[in-house]
């Protein structure tokens, strides 16, 4: 995952064992996106003007939950 300055979050590791300096095989299939959000100046602006701030800073974390699969086929594709 890359952040708005093009950084990334973390590094991908073992999902077994995250202590671990093995890798864990992954499959042939890597998915590479680029998330494009606002910038935190922008959200900011946006959660002061609405007339329920909360509900509006909640907004990308309930749109990244409905996003999300329920099940993961191939635990081999996750990386944290």
């Known amino acids: 995952m890359v952040d708005e300055q093009g950084g990334a979050f973390g590094t991908p ?3 077994s064992d995250p202590f671990s300096n ?29 007339q329920i701030p909360l509900l509006e800073a909640a907004l990308p974390l309930l749109r990244a939950l409905s996003e999300m699969p329920e099940t993961i086929p191939v635990i081999a594709d996750v990386e944290l």
């Not at 606002?38 to 003007?49: G, P």
């Open 22 to 50: 093995e890798k864990a095989p992954v499959s042939g299939r890597r998915y590479h996106a680029r998330i494009k959000t606002e910038s935190i100046q922008q959200r900011v602006a946006k959660v002061r003007a609405a």
């Open 13 to 15: 590791s073992s999902f």
